[in-house]
C-alpha cells in the first residue's frame, strides 16, 4: 500500500504518540542509527538540559527534532561477522534474534539480530547493539543524537526519555521512505557499561502492507514495548550462552 506524506501524518496525529515523524528521501536495508561520536557529544554537552527528578521514569523533552534511522553506512569501514559469535542472541518481547550481522568503524561497533527466516533485506523486526567506547555520558550521547537529526530534519518532533535513577535515556521514533513502501517504529536506549563506555540498545518493527494500520495501532504498541526497553532491554539469551 503506498503512503502520501499527508497519509502518513493524518495516521500518526490519530496515535496521539509523542514519536518523531520522519519522511526519508534515503533508506537503508537495515535500521541503523545516526552516528554519535565524542565531538558531536561534547558540541551538544552545551545544550543538555537536568530533568526533574519526580519519577523514575521521566519525559524530559518533546522537541521539534526530525530524526533519520538509516546512517550512510561504508562497507570500507565495517567488517562484516566472520562466524565466531555463530548461534549468538539475544531476546526482546518474548522473540528470539539471532546474529545476522555486525562491523565496527572508528568509536562504534554494531551487532544486529533478526528472527529466524528473516533477512536483512526485508525484515520486520530487528534488534541491534552498539558499543561506544569512548562515550561516557548518555544525556550527552542523546543529546548529540538529537541535536544532529533537528539539524537534518527540522521540522519533525521526537521523543526523549530518561529514567533519572538508573541514567539510562531512551530516544524513539517513527520513519518511512519517500515512496511510501513501509513504515518502521525505533526504539534506542543508551545506558553506561560498567568497563566504561555506553551501549545502545535498539529494537524497530517494520511494516510493508498495513502501513496506516500500523500507524494507527502504534499508540499502545510503542507504550508497552518502550516500558520493556526501560524495565529490561535486550537479553543474551540464556540457551545461547550456555
Known amino acids: 500500500m503506498y503512503l502520501s506524506q499527508r497519509t502518513i501524518v493524518r495516521a500518526m496525529l490519530r496515535t496521539g504518540l509523542a514519536a518523531s515523524v520522519v519522511l526519508l528521501t534515503q533508506v ?27 519519577d523514575d521514569v521521566v519525559e524530559v523533552e518533546t522537541s521539534d527534532l526530525e530524526s533519520n534511522a538509516a546512517t550512510d553506512s561504508s562497507d570500507e569501514d565495517s567488517t562484516k561477522d566472520s562466524g565466531d559469535a555463530a548461534g549468538e542472541s539475544v531476546r526482546f518481547d518474548d522473540v528470539e534474534f539471532v546474529l545476522a550481522w555486525q562491523g565496527s568503524n572508528d ?9 529466524v527466516g528473516e533477512d536483512l533485506e526485508s525484515w520486520k523486526k530487528l534488534a541491534a547493539v552498539r558499543e561506544y567506547p569512548e562515550l561516557d555520558d548518555p544525556s550527552a550521547a542523546v543529546a548529540a543524537f538529537a541535536k544532529i537529526l533537528k539539524e537534518k530534519y527540522p521540522q519533525s518532533p521526537s521523543s526523549i526519555i530518561e529514567n533519572p535513577k538508573t541514567g539510562d535515556v531512551i530516544i524513539d521514533f517513527v520513519v ?3 515512496d511510501g513502501s513501509f513504515v518502521e517504529f525505533n526504539i534506542f536506549k543508551y545506558s553506561k557499561q ?7 540498545e535498539q529494537y524497530a518493527l517494520r ?36
Open 28 to 54: 537503508s536495508s537495515r535500521a541503523n542509527g545516526p552516528v554519535v561520536t565524542a565531538e558531536s557529544q561534547e558540541a551538544a554537552a552545551d545544550e543538555t538540559q537536568e530533568p526533574e527528578s519526580q
Open 107 to 115: 568509536g562504534e561497533s554494531t551487532k544486529e539480530y533478526l528472527p
Open 176 to 178: 518511512w521512505p519517500a
Open 194 to 200: 560498567a568497563g566504561g563506555g555506553l551501549r545502545a
Open 207 to 242: 511494516e510493508y502492507d498495513e502501513t496506516e494500520e500500523f500507524l494507527r495501532g502504534l499508540r499502545p504498541v510503542r507504550e508497552r514495548l518502550v516500558e520493556l526497553m526501560a524495565s529490561g532491554g535486550l537479553k543474551l539469551d540464556e540457551k545461547a550462552a550456555q
